[in-house]
């Protein structure tokens, strides 16, 4: 998995691009963990890349978004291929991720 | 003959009580003297694919027997005792849990022969199963019978928290498997039996190998010491949460489906953590989702929650499965989907197979389409309403 990361005056891209699986994904966890620890850190993460992903991929943005608002900051998912929107919508995790439909309505929320 | 039978049962009971697992099969050989055969003891293996044999130590060790090619592999899979010449091959289980077979032989084939024969071999190996089951735990002997290779930590872990794969009585047969055996990560189910109330849990924690496992493990024990300490399903979802929140730093959550059915009125009542939804099989075919009671995976505090209701009718059957059978993927990297498992299923309830062997065959189809490597654990639950 290769990880595209583009930073704007207010906010940071973060652009994962094919299979996030539990054994394809520290690339991205090594880049949203580095992100989340400065100051409020506004993430989003721009799935339109992403062809599938397991609990795992789940399970660190769920971290992430926590650690981002600790920092005062947010983590937002945007562009979603159908595959990541139904993993999202079966796990319930659209109650404490928010999914947008692309990235530039994610970056105004 | 029937006092022959009832000799060697007492005989059994007898010689067991101060015996050691390993010592298990000479003391039914020793008590299958008073009617004049022989016995052997055969174990299904871990993964339901072979018969092993349990035998006395320094006897010569039979090869293992397919399930799906032998006679007594039928006998297993039907349990229905079935006879061969001067061989007759009885089931054996604990209860309602599938062990293996019993192989009574004799040198003079007339002794096999006959109802009354038949009946008394069947209360021995009834006995001899109990026997297997209770002796089990205090040794390795019949546990090491059972595998065909070392087992991963994580998996030895799981097999230890996880309730027996089978329990039936008479308004309710509740079958579950567990995939792959020798590598089990972070899937995990549970059921209790109570009164008029069957309670249900299937579970699957975020990632792979011994972190997963343990997480499986903490949420099945505080649903369980929650359940046990009288809480409803509401409050056993809230007390995952505490001890998982507790055991992770890193919002590792396990999805889950939680229920209990009651045996009276076939209303089940469930919540459903972030889990691919159950599936309602009627009269063969697939004629619903439980897709209501949702709320987001155990380990994250969701307040958000309502208990669904859905009520069955007689007969129904209810699947219960994580994502490993679904999401499994072939060589070319299509996945399974939902739409062959419904297709399996419908079948099997077509077949009439009893709840074990559905899911064993259900569950070994999805090894093979995965290659025999799934990248998830497999689990499937089933429980039919039998009023």
Aim: hydrophobic share 45%.
């Amino acid at each position: 998995m290769n990880v595209v990361v583009r930073e704007a005056a207010d906010h940071t891209v973060v652009r994962p691009e094919g299979r996030l699986y539990f054994d394809t994904i520290d690339p991205l966890r090594d880049a949203l963990l580095v992100i989340v620890a400065g100051e409020r850190p506004r993430i989003v993460v721009d799935l339109s890349a992403a062809d599938r992903c397991d609990s795992s991929a789940l399970n660190l943005f769920v971290q992430a978004h926590r650690m981002a608002a600790r920092h005062g900051g947010w983590l937002r998912l945007a562009a979603a291929p159908p595959a990541l929107r139904r993993a999202i919508d079966i796990t319930n995790l659209d109650r404490l991720l928010t999914v947008h439909d692309s990235v530039e309505a994610a970056v105004t929320g | 003959m029937r006092q022959a039978w009832r000799d060697a049962v007492v005989e059994l009971l007898r010689v067991a009580h101060l015996g050691q697992p390993d010592e298990l099969p000479a003391a039914a050989s020793h008590a299958a003297r008073q009617v004049g055969v022989d016995v052997t003891l055969w174990l299904v293996d871990q993964e339901q694919v072979a018969l092993r044999p349990l035998v006395e130590h320094g006897k010569p060790v039979p090869e293992a027997l397919p399930v799906d090619s032998t006679l007594a592999g039928r006998v297993f899979m039907a349990l229905k005792t079935a006879g061969q010449p001067g061989r007759l091959w009885v089931p054996l289980v604990d209860g309602s849990e599938r062990l293996g077979v019993l192989e009574v032989a004799a040198a003079d084939a007339d002794r096999l022969g006959g109802a009354e024969f038949e009946e008394g071999c069947g209360t021995f190996a009834a006995l001899l199963g109990h026997l297997v089951a209770v002796k089990a735990p205090y040794g390795d002997a019949i546990v090491r019978s059972r595998r065909s290779r070392r087992m991963s930590v994580a998996s030895e872990l799981v097999w230890q928290v996880v309730p027996p794969l089978t329990f039936a009585c008479d308004r309710l047969v509740l079958s579950a498997v567990l995939e792959p055996s020798y590598e089990v990560g972070g899937d995990g189910f549970d059921y209790a039996i109570d009164g008029y109330v069957a309670y249900l849990a299937i579970m699957d924690t975020v990632g792979h190998g011994l972190r997963a496992g343990l997480g499986t493990a903490v949420a099945l024990s505080a649903t369980r010491a929650a359940r046990r300490a009288g809480d409803g399903l509401y409050a056993i979802a809230r007390a995952a949460d505490e001890a998982l929140v507790e055991y992770t730093h890193d919002a590792r959550f396990t999805t889950a489906v939680l229920g209990t059915l009651n045996l009276d009125t076939g209303v089940l009542r469930y919540l459903n953590a972030g889990h691919p939804p159950p599936l309602v099989l009627r009269r063969g075919r697939i004629v619903r989702r439980l897709d209501q009671g949702r709320r987001m995976p155990l380990g994250l505090d969701d307040a958000q929650i309502e208990i669904a209701e859905e009520a069955l009718e007689p007969g129904d059957r209810v699947l219960l499965y994580t994502d490993g059978v679904t999401e499994s993927r072939d060589a070319a990297g299509a996945l399974f989907g939902e739409r062959r498992l419904v297709e399996l299923v419908e079948r099997y309830a077509a077949d009439a197979l009893p709840a074990p062997e559905t899911l064993r065959r259900v569950s070994h189809t999805v090894l093979e389409y995965a290659g025999g490597a799934p990248g998830d654990d497999v689990t499937l639950v089933l429980v039919e309403w039998t009023p």
